[in-house]
T-cell receptor, first 115, second 113 residues
Framework: AQSVTQLDSQVPVFEEAPVELRCNYS??????LFWYVQYPNQGLQLLLK??????LVKGINGFEAEFNKSQTSFHLRKPSVHISDTAEYFC?????????????FGPGTSLSVIP | DTEVTQTPKHLVMGMTNKKSLKCEQH?????MYWYKQKAKKPPELMFV???????INESVPSRFSPECPNSSLLNLHLHALQPEDSALYLC????????????FGPGTRLTVT
């Protein structure tokens, strides 16, 4: 069975400072990895995904993430955050086999950008 | 059109009511999903339809009944719900064949009284 851990439930950060949101997963099979963002009272939006290839993945809004297979991690980073980045961030995983429709979400990290 | 729409935005229903949630996409996606999201929690998968056939049911109580009448439309029929079913219900869709990200709608906020 797969699981996703997001170690930080809340991350406050000052505007224009860098941020890293941590994600670790466990799985007995190879996986696809995703980061989604959810703004208040909205659905989820894909920030970026890792399917294969380069372990450094760039996404929308200046976010990037690095897949580390040995550490089973997929941490999300942004070099300079804006007020508009305040939102809930979910790391997610699905397996590469026939169950790729079953996406498992982590518990989420609430990012608060302080002016 | 890269949008998933959901209606209604908000729904309040009593425990004896019957209501339906609607989800629509015109992106040609052939996989569609229902999720339930409680406050401050991640989405939980309920159902998956692939090519209009139910492919995954995550042991959801029968008071929730999904329906996929065509490739663009997904419904969730609700009957005899409990207050603990109050949540945000999210619909999502995915393009089949090599693209694994899901596109989410804005959700329906359901309150059961």
């Amino acid at each position: 069975a797969q699981s996703v851990t997001q170690l930080d439930s809340q991350v406050p950060v000052f505007e224009e400072a860098p941020v890293e949101l941590r994600c670790n997963y466990s799985s007995s099979v190879s996986v696809y990895l995703f980061w989604y963002v959810q703004y208040p009272n909205q659905g989820l939006q894909l920030l970026l995904k890792y399917l294969s290839g380069s372990t450094l993945v760039k996404g929308i809004n200046g976010f990037e993430a690095e897949f580390n297979k040995s550490q089973t991690s997929f941490h999300l980073r942004k070099p300079s955050v804006h007020i508009s980045d305040t939102a809930e961030y979910f790391c997610a995983v699905s397996d590469r086999g026939t169950s790729y429709d079953k996406v498992i979400f982590g518990p989420g990290t609430s990012l608060s950008v302080i002016p | 059109d890269t949008e998933v729409t959901q209606t209604p935005k908000h729904l309040v229903m009593g425990m004896t009511n019957k209501k339906s949630l609607k989800c629509e996409q015109h992106m040609g996606h052939r996989a569609m999903y229902w999720y339930k999201q409680k406050a401050k929690k991640p989405p939980e998968l309920m159902f998956v339809y692939s090519y209009e056939k139910l492919s995954i049911n995550e042991s959801v109580p029968s008071r929730f009944s999904p329906e996929c009448p065509n490739s663009s439309l997904l419904n969730l029929h609700l009957h005899a719900l409990q207050p603990e079913d109050s949540a945000l219900y999210l619909c999502a869709s995915r393009k089949q064949g090599g693209s694994y990200e899901q596109y989410f709608g804005p959700g329906t906020r359901l309150t059961v009284t």
